[in-house]
Structure formats: structure tokens, C-alpha cells
């Protein structure tokens, strides 16, 4: 037992993959994903512990430093935790709702009991390795009872939560069987952070409609005075519980490490071009496969482009990276199967050999690879139906701060309230996709001026709201917030 981090977060999952081989030993790697970028560079600055599952099941390495500094406590799950808390609740019922029903969530009752089971694990994790009086950052959807939990173990911490995907409107998130338990489980924190002003807003609306039903006394909240985007040194709204603990709600939107950010090499970006045909233009999708990030439609609008003339299959190459996840749920293989066929369909119908229009890759790449995918594309497509926020958008945004290339976003992104040089796009919409990649690719070779002034908004909007702002906001705020009202 390590009692004494003043400083710990905690996350469903570790930044790192650990397999076991044959032989019993197991080796560890980096695990990429919207949760890592945003929080390595915080917990390196704080020398920090990091609370969480390791990615394998039964088994879990002891407790470890990273090179950087960082010390890794791993969570022992076993082989029903993951299916019922990760696989199911986490991701078959709560990131279903929480993305607005894209796919139909599934209630289930076990789920449940094994969400709460492993709750009270990680909380009793943290509980083990926190010194007395120490902040804990809590971190999303899978983890919305620990704030609950660890006010009852241990009411000397000091606990903040962040959300990294959207919180729906009440109308939907009332569907949920236990939405008592969920609200008064994240009540439990001194300050809830969400992405958006909006997210925030609809927390607050709940709490009012639903917390208020189970016994909570929920005041009325201070309007909310932090936009989107801005360095937010307030908390906007409170919420008073039931033992009258005021409990801060803000909107933090998360960024990116910019000081960690490294130019591919020219030699790297020139090599990958000719690689590819040097083509004129060069449109890249990066998502992790899931159903959300609206992958299939943006290929579709690629392909009716290339079918009706508008863009020249000689000329024009899509490179789409989808890293794998969550792969044993239905829908995510429903979705890679989808997203394949339409891959396959697009270069039989328009590439030659040698020479694919569609360039696709289902694993994950090194980020110096990716940093040169951002270099070469002329025109990224980030299209979600919806996202909480969408750290690629900001990535390929930081690599083009000369002002070149072009972004065309989703307005049901998070990003698209501070990209406001995005050409933005309604992702149910293909003619939509369509219209906007034409528009970007017709400004980058007729209105260079546009274009360039279009993305050197973006890039000085990320450049100065980069991820230590939105850490040192949240932080600011969480030592303030929890004083009793
Ligand atoms: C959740 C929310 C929110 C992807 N492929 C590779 C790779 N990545 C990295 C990207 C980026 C991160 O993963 C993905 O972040 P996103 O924000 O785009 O998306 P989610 O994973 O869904 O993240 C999201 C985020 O949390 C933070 O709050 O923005 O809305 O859904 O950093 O670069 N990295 C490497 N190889 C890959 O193949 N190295």
C-alpha cells in the first residue's frame, strides 16, 4: 500500500496495453486514445499516480513508474468485470445514451450490478494510494459512482470529475433505470467538468428533475457565464445536495499538448507523398473504429464525389486510420464490416492497380507516423454524429499552424464551438460532407487567402488553449470548489 500521492487520477484504463504471452510474462505499451493525450502531460507536471485497468484481465502488473515519472497503480478486473461493467454498461448502455441513441443502448440489470462492483473496486483503490486531503481527478463515463463512493470512504479528498464525452439532454438521459444512483454518484465530487457550456447545462437541468426526485435538495443554479473555448477561471452553476455540499459545474473544454508537438520530418512528409502518386489532393480520416465518428459516411461522400466528376480518381487520395476498439461489441463490428465493404467497393470501382484511391489502415500507428499523415493531408474529415470534443480535429489543426490545409468538421463535435475556421458539416447529411470538401478543396486551389486566414484562426485558438490551460482551469477551480454552502 502507497498512501502517500497527493495527487491522483483515476481512469477506467491505464495510458498503457499490458499482454500476457504464453509463457506467463507480459510486456506493456502505450495506449492511444483521447483520455491519454489529454491527461500524460498533467500527470507528468504533478509526478502523479495514475489509478486504473491495465487491459488485461486476472492479472495486473504491480504497481510501476513510467519513464516520465508517472506511477502506475493497476485495477485487477476479472473476465466478468469486463464484460459486464466495460463491454456492457460502460459501452453498450451509457456510450450509446451519452452519444444521443445512435445505436439503441441496452438496459440490463447484471450490467448494473457489475458497473457498481467495479466502482467500488477503483474507489478502493484510490482510497488505498491518496495521502490524507489529497485531489483526485476522476475521469468519465465509466467511472460516474466513484465521486459517490469516495466521499464515504474518504471525506477528507478533495474530488474532481470530468466527463470526455457529451451528457445528453434529461428527455434521454431519464431513459436510464438507475438515474437516481448515477446523478447522486457523481454528486459526490466538489466540481463536475464537462466539455461544453451545453453539456453542463443539461447536467443541471437533471439534477433539478432528477435528483430532486430522490431526496436531493437541489438549488437553483447561478447561470452559467463560461462560453465554449474561453480560459475559464470560474466555476459557471453550483448544485446544493442534500447534506448541503455545494458541488461547482463548469465547462472545460479539453485541448492538447502543443509544447509536446514535433514537425514531421520533410523528408518523411515528401517520401509518403510519392509513395502515394503525388497526388493534388490529399483528404485523412484518424478515429479510433467506432459508430459515433461517422467514418462510413464521409468514405460514401468521397465515392459520390469520385462518381459524379467532382474529384478526379488520378488526382485525389483518401488515407483513413481506424484503430481498432472495442471489438467484441456487435456494433462496432457491424461498423468495421461496413466501413471495409464500402473500402473495398471504392477501389474496385475507381483505382487502378498499384494505385488505390482508398488507402486504409485497421491498427494503430506510432504518433511520429501519425504527425506525418497530419503533414501530408491537405484536407482532414472528422465527421462524428457526435463528440464530446474530438482531440484529432485540434492535432491536425497544431500541424498546420502556417495556415495550410483545411478541416472539415462535424457541427455535432465538440471542437466546432472553438474551430470556428472548420467548414463545418451536418454528418447525417452525405450532400452536406460533400458540399464541404468541395468548398475546402475549391478554397485551397482558388482562394488561397481564405483558407489560410480559415485555419490560422483554428491553430491560434488551439495554440493558446492547449491541454495545460484546460488541466490548470479545472485544478484552479477544484481547490476552490467544496466548501460547504
Ligand atoms: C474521447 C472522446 C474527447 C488515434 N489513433 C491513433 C492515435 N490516436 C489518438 C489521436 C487522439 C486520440 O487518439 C483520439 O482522441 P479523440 O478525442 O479524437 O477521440 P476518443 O478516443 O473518442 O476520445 C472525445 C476525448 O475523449 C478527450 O476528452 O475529445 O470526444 O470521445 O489524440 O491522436 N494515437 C496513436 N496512434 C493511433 O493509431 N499514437
Given amino acids: 500500500m502507497d498512501d502517500s500521492n497527493s495527487f491522483v487520477v483515476v481512469a477506467n484504463r491505464l495510458p498503457v496495453d499490458m499482454s500476457v504471452h504464453p509463457d506467463g510474462t507480459y510486456s506493456i505499451s502505450p495506449s492511444p486514445g483521447g483520455l491519454v493525450t489529454g491527461l500524460s502531460p498533467v500527470l507528468e507536471k504533478h509526478r502523479g499516480c495514475w489509478v486504473g485497468w491495465p487491459g488485461t484481465v486476472d492479472v495486473a502488473p504491480e504497481p510501476f513508474r513510467t519513464e516520465t515519472g508517472v506511477l502506475l497503480h493497476p485495477v485487477v478486473l476479472t473476465a466478468n468485470d469486463f464484460e459486464g461493467f466495460y463491454e456492457g454498461f460502460s459501452n453498450a448502455t451509457l456510450w450509446p445514451l451519452f452519444h444521443d441513441l445512435i445505436v439503441t443502448p441496452t438496459y440490463n440489470t447484471e450490467w448494473w450490478q457489475a458497473f457498481r462492483e467495479v466502482n467500488l473496486k477503483f474507489a478502493q483503490a484510490v482510497s488505498e494510494v491518496s495521502a490524507h486531503g489529497a485531489t483526485v481527478w476522476v475521469q468519465d463515463y465509466q467511472l460516474l459512482l466513484v465521486p459517490g463512493i469516495l466521499r464515504q470512504m474518504r471525506p477528507d479528498l478533495k474530488i474532481g470529475f470530468f466527463l470526455h464525452i457529451p451528457f445528453p439532454s434529461p428527455d434521454l438521459f431519464r431513459q436510464l433505470p438507475w438515474r437516481e444512483e448515477i446523478v447522486r454518484g457523481m454528486l459526490g465530487a466538489d466540481l463536475l467538468g464537462f466539455h461544453l457550456v451545453q453539456n ?92 459515433t465518428k461517422g467514418i462510413l459516411q464521409r468514405l460514401l461522400a468521397f465515392e459520390e464525389l469520385l462518381e459524379s466528376g467532382a474529384l478526379d480518381p488520378e488526382k485525389a487520395v483518401f488515407l483513413q486510420v481506424a484503430t481498432p476498439s472495442r471489438e467484441r461489441i456487435e456494433h462496432y ?11 473495398g467497393r471504392i477501389n474496385g470501382r475507381f483505382g ?134
Fill in 333 to 343: 463490428r457491424v461498423s468495421r464490416s461496413q466501413v471495409e465493404e464500402a473500402v
Fill in 352 to 485: 487502378r492497380m498499384g494505385h488505390p484511391v482508398v488507402h486504409y489502415l485497421h491498427r494503430s500507428l506510432s504518433k511520429a507516423d501519425l504527425q506525418v499523415l497530419y503533414a501530408v493531408a491537405d484536407v482532414m474529415l472528422v465527421t462524428p454524429f457526435k463528440d464530446g470534443m474530438n482531440l484529432v480535429a485540434k492535432e491536425f489543426v497544431a500541424n498546420h499552424r502556417d495556415g495550410s490545409g483545411a478541416l472539415v468538421l462535424s457541427e455535432f463535435a465538440g471542437a466546432a464551438v472553438e474551430l470556428t475556421g472548420a467548414y463545418l458539416c451536418n454528418p447525417f447529411d452525405v450532400e452536406s460532407i460533400k458540399r464541404q470538401m468541395v468548398a475546402a478543396v475549391h478554397d485551397l486551389e482558388h482562394n488561397p487567402a481564405s483558407a489560410r486566414s480559415r485555419m490560422i484562426t483554428n491553430s491560434e485558438q488551439v495554440y493558446t488553449h492547449d491541454v495545460n490551460v484546460w488541466a490548470n482551469s479545472f485544478l484552479t477551480c477544484l481547490a476552490d470548489a467544496g466548501e460547504d454552502s
Fill in 200 to 291: 453542463a447545462e443539461n447536467f443541471l437541468a437533471l439534477t433539478q428533475q432528477v435528483a430532486g426526485a430522490a431526496g436531493s435538495h437541489v438549488g437553483q443554479p447561478n447561470t452559467l457565464n463560461v462560453s465554449g473555448g474561453a480560459l475559464v477561471r470560474e466555476v459557471g452553476a453550483h448544485v446544493t445536495t442534500a447534506d448541503g455540499r455545494r458541488v461547482g459545474v463548469g465547462a472545460f473544454p479539453i485541448s492538447i499538448d502543443v509544447e509536446a508537438f514535433e514537425r514531421a520530418s520533410t523528408s518523411k512528409v515528401s517520401e509518403l507523398l510519392t509513395t502515394l502518386g503525388s497526388p493534388d489532393t490529399v483528404f485523412l480520416g484518424v478515429d479510433r473504429l467506432d459508430y
